[in-house]
T-cell receptor, first 113, second 112 residues
């Protein structure tokens, strides 16, 4: 039973490029969450999605960031025109329902140069 | 606003001893809590969870205690091993809210 799968594990982008982070939830999980973690800090909520629906995006920056969870395929976190301040570890998590256990992937470490 | 905080930034513990990691939360409406372990370069690993209608829950070598009166959560690790060295986060979820709120973490260092 594979866990939450994220790819790529490491991503380097130049300022102004686009970053696409992918997340496949655990089998049977229909809820996906994205979090961002800066060094030496905790995880900050970004967005919560169910299939084809964004449920809560209150933690997402208003510009350049978007997320989707299509009917088929992985959830995608997209960052357009990246800046140095976007460098962080981005974690995806999934759960079978709102109040059940939330399980995390290994993260994508984005470095903007 | 909501906040979840950990009392001690670093805990050094002798191998074989028991560890206790504490966490304070401020939102009395929080009804679900999870402890995570995060090793360097890895994602948070689910350790144990507890709902607000319980005050204690045990797992393998771990026990979580919840005191709703003082809004305090603790994680006890029995017979701490070198592999337990990591950063530990408590996280809370509020009824009707989808997000987990995390504190900054507590580093546990196991001394062989």
């Amino acid at each position: 039973n594979a866990g939450v799968m994220q790819n790529p594990r490491h991503l380097v982008r130049r300022r102004g490029q686009e970053a696409r982070l992918r997340c496949s939830p655990m089998k049977g999980h229909s809820h996906v969450y994205w979090y961002r973690q800066l060094p030496e800090e905790g995880l900050k909520f970004m967005v919560y999605l169910q299939k084809e629906n964004i449920i809560d995006e209150s933690g997402m920056p208003k510009e350049r960031f978007s997320a989707e969870f299509p009917k088929e395929g992985p959830s995608i976190l997209r960052i357009q025109q990246v800046v140095r301040g976007d460098s962080a570890a981005y974690f995806c998590a999934s759960s079978p329902a709102r109040s059940e256990g939330v399980f995390f992937g290994q993260g994508t470490r984005l470095t903007v140069v | 606003g909501e906040s979840v905080g950990l009392h001690l930034p670093t805990l050094s513990v002798q191998e074989g001893d028991n560890s206790i990691i504490n966490c304070a939360y401020s939102n009395s409406a929080s009804d679900y809590f999870i402890w995570y372990k995060q090793e360097s370069g890895k994602g948070p690993q689910f350790i144990i969870d507890i709902r607000s209608n319980m005050d204690k829950r045990q797992g393998q070598r771990v026990t979580v205690l919840l005191n709703k009166t003082v809004k305090h959560l603790s994680l006890q690790i029995a017979a701490t091993q070198p592999g337990d060295s990591a950063v530990y986060f408590c996280a809370e979820k509020t009824r009707g809210n989808n997000r987990l709120a995390f504190g900054k973490g507590n580093q546990v260092v196991v001394i062989p």
